[in-house]
């Protein structure tokens, strides 16, 4: 399996935005976090959360490619659980179909790293002192962060999780994050 420092490498050699790579520090946290939850493998988790959005910036423009390639540049390199959650956490565009509970997680996962983060940016405090009832009540304005898919962050009942549950441990796995990468 690809270590962490390759991971990190292989991501910079795709050249993402600051913002792209700040997703990927904040969908390994919660994908890290997730693992912890349910006594799966943390390394894994977190290296597909880091790894999941390889490919966007040559597949931006091509969204049904999107995860699809990043899967077949990994093969080999992350085990096909981890392949075959980063294939469906697109899989409104690339025609995967998520099914297990690693699907799931990175799904809501990284999903609702974007909804947290535009909420921090909205705060005096950021991150700190960030309640799941806040973030609850982003996620009923619809024009708020309006890219981010409401339906794959409710996906976390699917990977076991009710929301509380998830938007606490998602904003405690971020905190944590932005203090060791702050940026």
Same mark, same amino acid.
Request: contains cysteine; negative net charge; hydrophobic residues 40%.
């Given at each position: 399996?690809?270590?962490?420092e390759k991971?990190?490498?292989?991501?910079?050699?795709?050249?993402?935005?600051?913002?792209?790579?700040?997703?990927?520090?904040?969908?390994?946290?919660?994908?890290?976090?997730?693992?912890?939850?349910?006594?799966?493998?943390?390394?894994?988790?977190?290296?597909?959360?880091?790894?999941?959005?390889?490919?966007?910036?040559?597949?931006?423009?091509?969204?049904?490619?999107?995860?699809?390639?990043?899967?077949?540049? @990994? /093969? =080999?390199?992350?085990?096909? %659980?981890? !392949?075959?959650?980063?294939?469906?956490?697109?899989?409104? +565009?690339?025609? #995967?179909?998520?099914?297990?509970?690693?699907?799931?997680?990175?799904?809501?996962?990284?999903?609702?790293?974007?909804?947290?983060?535009?909420?921090?940016?909205?705060?005096?405090?950021?991150?700190?002192?960030?309640?799941?009832?806040?973030i609850k009540?982003?996620?009923?304005?619809?024009?708020?962060?309006?890219?981010?898919?409401?339906?794959?962050?409710?996906?976390?009942? @699917? /990977? =076991?999780?009710?929301?509380? %549950?998830? !938007?606490?441990?998602?904003?405690?796995?971020?905190?944590? +994050?932005?203090? #060791?990468?702050?940026?």
């Amino acid at each position: 399996m690809i270590s962490r420092e390759k991971a990190l490498a292989l991501l910079e050699e795709h050249k993402p935005t600051p913002s792209l790579m700040q997703h990927a520090l904040a969908s390994e946290a919660v994908m890290r976090a997730l693992a912890r939850h349910f006594g799966e493998d943390e390394n894994l988790w977190g290296l597909t959360g880091l790894l999941h959005d390889l490919d966007y910036p040559t597949t931006a423009q091509h969204p049904e490619r999107h995860g699809l390639e990043t899967a077949e540049a @990994l /093969a =080999g390199q992350l085990p096909p %659980e981890a !392949l075959a959650a980063i294939r469906s956490h697109n899989a409104e +565009c690339n025609g #995967s179909t998520p099914s297990s509970r690693f699907d799931f997680a990175l799904r809501c996962g990284e999903t609702v790293t974007g909804l947290i983060a535009a909420a921090a940016r909205m705060r005096p405090t950021g991150l700190q002192g960030m309640e799941p009832k806040s973030i609850k009540k982003k996620m009923k304005d619809k024009a708020f962060a309006a890219s981010v898919s409401r339906e794959n962050i409710k996906q976390c009942s @699917l /990977a =076991g999780l009710d929301l509380d %549950e998830f !938007l606490t441990l998602a904003i405690t796995a971020m905190q944590t +994050c932005s203090s #060791s990468h702050s940026a």
